[in-house]
């Protein structure tokens, strides 16, 4: 510990004190500082009075070289495994630093974008919540269920955003229109049989979450309403990623707020002016996807990043095979997660209609919250893969760690609103008092986990932006079958609500602790290069 901490303050001075019997690093720039062991005390002898008491030089090779590229020599030789920190990472003051207007320009964007999905839902469980505990049960069996189908396909969001990308930087825009072209057919193609799958298959998925009576009646009608927006789900993915490769953000902002006026006024006519209920709710919601994909259908068109030509011919399956081969890993990693997110609705769903409506409401909070860590995870991934293709690790892992530090005060943040509001919260969503209490009990757990979610969004986007997919995906599937087998004890044990969101938050941790051990180790790492061990 002494020499890391020797060599640490070494670092963050740049004092020139090379190890004895070595070349001083400094010599190419002329330096005279002395330097240690019995020859620095032949060198003070020599040196005068004058010359001790100037002020000590700082060593620019020191200062541009990587702590992180470093090995220390311990007592039995060099160390095997010992990463110092970067002091170009360590910002003296955390309310600043030069990443900041890069990530605020991307993140912003980003989080309006993105936030379409959960605010439609959160507008249908605030309307639906008023009428009654069982449609608002139905909504969110349902909306899983229909989730669960879109999720698969979010690929094609993260596929879609580095092929178009390079096809810019090429200056060649008929190929990126092509390729959005590509997409565009895959996901309507793809919609098309999920909305079919849906609309038929819906009265056995809500039976196989052991939905009953009311509530599972409600629920198919809810379900079905959903699917015939499938198609323009799909095909919504494929359109941010488009914008996201030509740099624009602001178009998906802009195509969701004119959804969610379309799915606040429809979600009102329907409901309570035509009396349609559940149905209403999800007819409004489909309507409301289709407005938004027009208006980036439109703007796609007018800023010609899509040609109406290359929409006339239908691609063949050589063209979007390499789509798909792409989101392989990707979706299996949202398969895992999915399935024990379904796993926890069916055991909620097993525990009445109050308990149903109480996750139905910590769910959407919950959402809801994750979403400006989601614009976090995007900005990791857009800035940690332009570094690294610039050869440049030092900057990537320092726009990683500011986005981290960003992000833990933003979850911080967050989780306290939350726990402040666990009283106010369920108000919004119901009237029910066994409900409200229900989610009184549960919220605070959730607040306090708010952070943890914020930095394994981040992670994972730094990761994925360092291409490190599989690992990313093998991570998924390990705390997820580690979430499954808590959700069991859980079960057997009869903790109820709170006791099935402590499991899947075995998710969150295992993500938190496998990427920050990947990140951390310099062998492992996609941000480090391999080391340079030090002489003895």
């Known amino acids: 510990m002494a020499a890391f901490g020797t060599a640490f303050s070494r670092l963050r001075g740049g004092l020139c004190e090379a190890p004895r019997n070595s070349p001083c690093p400094l010599v190419p720039f002329g330096c005279s500082v002395p330097r240690l062991g019995a020859s620095a005390k032949h060198s003070r002898a020599q040196t005068s ?67 379409v999905d959960p605010l439609l839902s959160l507008v249908d469980t ?5 009428l009654g505990s069982a449609p608002l049960a ?81 629920a198919v009608t809810y379900l079905r309403c959903r699917s015939i927006a499938a198609p323009v789900s799909l095909a919504m993915f494929v359109a941010t990623g488009s914008f996201r490769g030509f740099k624009d953000t602001k178009t998906p902002l802009i195509a969701a707020v004119a959804s969610n006026f379309v799915n606040l006024g429809l979600d009102y006519f329907l409901m309570f002016v035509l009396g349609w209920g559940v149905a209403g709710a999800g007819l409004a919601t489909s309507v409301s996807q289709y407005a938004s994909f027009g208006v980036m259908y439109y703007l796609m068109l007018k800023k010609g990043i899509l040609r109406q030509q290359d929409m006339a011919t239908v691609p063949g399956l050589a063209q979007v095979l390499p789509i798909l081969q792409s989101g392989l890993s990707l979706s299996l990693r949202n398969v895992s997660s999915m399935v024990v997110i379904l796993t926890a609705t069916s055991m909620v769903t097993g525990l009445g209609a109050i ?42 892992r320092g726009v990683l760690l500011r986005i981290l530090q960003i992000g833990a005060a933003v979850g911080l943040t967050v989780g306290v609103v939350a ?54 995906a093998k991570t998924m599937l390990v705390t997820s079958a580690l979430s499954f087998g808590a959700l069991l004890l859980s079960q057997r044990m009869q903790a109820g609500l709170l006791g099935i969101w402590l499991s899947l938050k075995v998710i969150t941790t295992g993500r938190v602790l496998g990427g920050a051990l990947r990140l951390a180790s310099r062998r492992t790492s996609p941000l480090q290069k391999p080391p340079k061990v030090a002489a003895a």
């Open 419 to 472: 726990f402040a509001a666990r009283t106010a919260v369920p108000a919004i969503f119901t009237q029910d008092v066994f409900v409200s209490a229900e989610v009184q009990r549960v919220l605070p757990m959730v607040a306090l986990f708010m952070p943890m979610d914020a930095l394994a969004a981040i992670i994972d986007g730094g990761l994925l932006g360092a291409s490190d997919t599989g690992y990313v």
């Open 138 to 218: 139905a909504v969110g069996l349902s909306g899983a269920l229909f989730n669960f189908s879109n999720f698969l396909f979010s690929f094609l969001m993260v596929v879609t955003t580095p092929r178009v990308a390079a096809a810019v930087a090429q200056k060649d825009l008929e190929q990126a229109s092509r390729t959005t072209a590509q997409g565009l057919w895959l996901a309507i193609g793809c919609g098309v049989i999920v909305g079919v799958a849906i609309y038929v298959g819906g009265p056995f998925a809500v039976a196989a979450m052991k939905a009953k009576g009311e509530v599972a009646e409600m």
């Open 49 to 115: 009075v004058k010359q001790r008491l100037q002020p000590r030089q700082r060593c620019p090779s020191l200062r541009t070289q990587a702590a992180g590229d470093i090995a220390l020599p311990g007592p039995a030789g060099p160390a095997k495994d010992v990463v110092l920190p970067d002091p170009g990472l360590i910002n003296p003051s955390i309310l600043r630093s030069e990443y900041d207007s890069e990530i605020v320009s991307l993140a912003i964007p980003a989080l309006g974008s993105i936030l």
């Open 355 to 396: 308990t149903m409506a109480a996750h139905e409401i910590l769910r959407q909070v919950w959402i809801l919250s994750i979403q400006a860590f989601m614009a976090l995870d995007i900005t990791a991934q857009s800035l940690v893969a332009s570094y690294l293709g610039q050869r440049n690790r030092k900057r990537a």
């Open 126 to 130: 605030a309307l639906v919540g008023r």
